[in-house]
């Protein structure tokens, strides 16, 4: 990876943004995508207005993207464009999110987790897994650690998706203790009663993805089949150091599936259902509340931002305004019956465009791998001394548990993936001697 700044050093990021069209059928409207599919043009033709009236309403709706998706982009470009430079910069240790917007059905939930069907139709969470994992294996000049959560705000609670309970106790999610939010002094948002996993692998990162998804909250509605009925928050943490290196750097990836807008005279919704749209609607307000008050704030370090509204614009808090690199995909359904919510969602991308965030490389000085080295050290000095002067056991005879004890240590070291493993046996010399024949005998049948 490329040399990382200085510590502290600060440079400005602006939100990228991106708009897909759902692949639909029935009577489109009228679109067309410009300059080399950077812009799109959503035309609202005037009708059903008598001739006496004069309608001065706009028919040509221009709006700028980073790009535009048309209805048959695969997936893997998505993931190409949206997500790959996230997922980079977080290797070398930026926070970034990436979040989808848009009404609900428009192809959100579709575009982050995937299709269940095709291999092809993988979404953007499980590809940046991948792309994590087959990075890590290419950068051996890094150790990595990965945690990984899983959030859901249900109703403006929030809920652990991967809670052990889930499954051990066979509790639904209400029963939970419900996931809090708590302020430090330095105003940094923690998170109680949320889980971080650990993931060796990628195939424990995909199960845990997996998992969370089976609990999360989805309704039948007249828009949508299998509707989200929450936000869903999955972060990655990813804890990088350097080997011989006393600098650990540490970077979150959120990525986000908003729940989606809806106008309730269009879904007819009825009791839990209009109460979860409510729910929907309102932390959808706030979000966009937040996203005015950053757009209108620019060089005003001191304009109030009223991320406190709602549990997602809390935890979003850095994604938005703070040390992040944030991707936006907003997702529409270009039938001609949702143009209206269309022009909504990419007006609503057009605000978030104008965010800017200041970003800069978490690294901090580990002082527990400063303690380790310098105590490796002198156990290194020790030995050497010892070895000079002949060593305390140089003459001690080697006894066949001590061949054993030799060789069961060597394997470890061979079988040990890091770059950071040693094989130390103390100063004598009939040890080293052992324990490099059996190396040799190991290197010639091939390990």
Not at 210 to 237: D, Q, V
Not at 353 to 377: G, H
């Amino acid at each position: 990876p490329p040399p990382s700044p200085p510590l502290d050093a600060m440079s400005e990021h602006r939100i990228n943004i991106f708009l897909r069209l759902r692949p639909t059928k029935g009577n489109l409207c009228k679109y067309e995508s410009l300059e080399d599919s950077t812009k799109i043009v959503i035309e609202v033709p005037k009708e059903n207005m008598a001739q006496e009236v004069i309608n001065n309403q706009k028919e040509r709706h221009e709006f700028s993207f980073n790009h535009v998706f048309d209805r048959e982009t695969r997936q893997e470009d998505i993931f190409n464009k949206v997500a790959h430079p996230v997922m980079n910069a977080a290797l070398d240790g930026y926070n970034g999110t990436i979040f989808a917007y848009g009404q609900t059905g428009s192809g959100k939930t579709f575009t982050l987790t995937g299709g269940p069907e095709k291999y092809e139709d993988r979404g953007i969470m499980p590809r940046c897994l991948s792309l994590l994992y087959s990075q890590f294996k290419k950068r051996t000049d890094y150790t990595y650690q990965v945690h990984v959560s899983y959030l859901e705000i249900y109703n403006d609670s929030g809920y652990d998706l991967l809670d052990p309970a889930l499954e051990t106790q066979a509790k639904s999610l209400e029963d939970l203790p419900k996931v809090s939010l708590m302020e430090d002094d330095e105003g940094n948002i923690h998170l109680r009663n949320l889980s971080a996993h650990p993931a060796a692998t990628e195939e424990d990162a995909l199960n845990l993805l997996f998992l969370g998804e089976t609990n999360r909250a989805t309704s039948e509605t007249p828009m949508n089949l299998a509707s989200s009925r929450s936000h869903c928050i999955f972060t990655i943490f990813i804890t990088a150091t350097q080997v011989g290196s006393d600098v650990t750097r540490k970077s979150k990836v959120h990525l986000v599936d908003l729940a989606g807008s809806e106008r309730v005279y269009k879904t007819r919704a009825q009791g839990d259902l209009l109460n979860e749209s409510k729910y929907i609607n309102l932390s959808l307000h706030f979000l966009e509340m937040c996203i005015v008050a950053l757009q209108e704030r620019k060089g005003n370090k001191k304009h109030f931002i009223p991320y406190r509204n709602s549990m997602m614009t809390s935890v979003l808090r850095d994604s938005l305004g703070g040390n992040c690199k944030t991707s936006m995909i907003a997702t529409i359904n270009p039938n001609k019956d949702h143009t209206d919510e269309s022009m909504s969602t990419c007006r609503f991308a057009q605000r978030v465009a104008c965010i800017s965030n200041a970003v800069k490389v978490n690294e901090e000085v580990d002082p527990q791998r400063i303690i380790k080295r310098l105590k490796k050290e002198v156990a290194d000095l020790r030995e050497e001394l010892a070895l000079l002067r002949g060593g305390d056991e140089a003459e001690a005879e080697l006894t066949e548990e001590t061949f054993k004890h030799l060789r069961s240590k060597v394997d470890d070291f061979l079988s040990d993936p890091s770059p950071e493993s040693e094989l130390n046996v103390g100063p004598h010399m009939g040890k080293l001697k052992y324990c490099i024949g059996y190396l040799k005998t190991v290197a010639r049948q091939g390990g």
